[in-house]
């Protein structure tokens, strides 16, 4: 079994004076075209889905150390949607342990799912199901179909006299 050679690493330790969020974050509010380009989201949604998150972000100080703050964790976890950066990049960039920001992207993540669940993903009722359906056959000639996957390959009997209506380009 393995020690632990320190309690805070000294490369994370200094994370609220040199973290990334604490460099960047309100400099980047301050110009809302590189606030977007870092988080892929305007200052006003980034504001309004930090309160809609309310409290789930939120986590207790202890004597021992300071809490991430609800909108570092959201940043965090935003720069790791955004561009598929490692934990260990993130690790490095905000100054948090590695396992920290694992547990930070999942929390996240599932917080933002539990919140925006029933408003993105909410059950269409039999007449927009009958809507997605006629237009799939209208746009599409697909009967009776209510959806598609982009990229999912599905083998097919080309129906006669369809032409390169069916043919495979991908």
């Known amino acids: 079994m393995s020690t632990r050679r320190y309690w805070v690493h000294p490369i994370v330790q200094n994370r609220e004076e040199r973290g990334q969020f604490r460099i960047l974050y309100n ?10 380009n870092y988080s892929r989201m305007s200052v006003n949604s980034f504001d309004e889905l930090l309160r809609l998150l ?17 909108a570092e964790r959201l940043l ?4 790791y949607l955004a ?3 490692s934990f260990a990049s993130l690790h490095y960039e905000f100054k948090l342990g590695k396992s920290t920001v694992s547990t930070i992207v999942r929390d996240t993540c599932i917080a933002i799912w539990e919140v925006l669940r029933h408003v993105v993903m909410r059950k269409p009722n039999k007449e927009e199901w ?5 237009l799939f056959w209208e746009r599409c000639n697909f009967p009776n179909c209510v959806g598609a996957i982009d990229g999912k390959h599905i083998r ?3 129906p006669v006299g369809s032409g390169s209506k069916f043919f495979n380009y991908k």
């Open 27 to 36: 400099d980047l509010r301050q110009h809302e075209e590189k606030f977007f």
């Open 54 to 70: 309310g409290t789930r972000l939120e986590n207790q100080n202890t004597t021992f150390r300071n809490s991430v703050e609800p």
């Open 76 to 79: 965090v976890t935003l720069r």
């Open 83 to 85: 561009t598929g950066n």
């Open 130 to 134: 009958n809507t997605k359906a006629e």
């Open 156 to 158: 097919i009997v080309r």
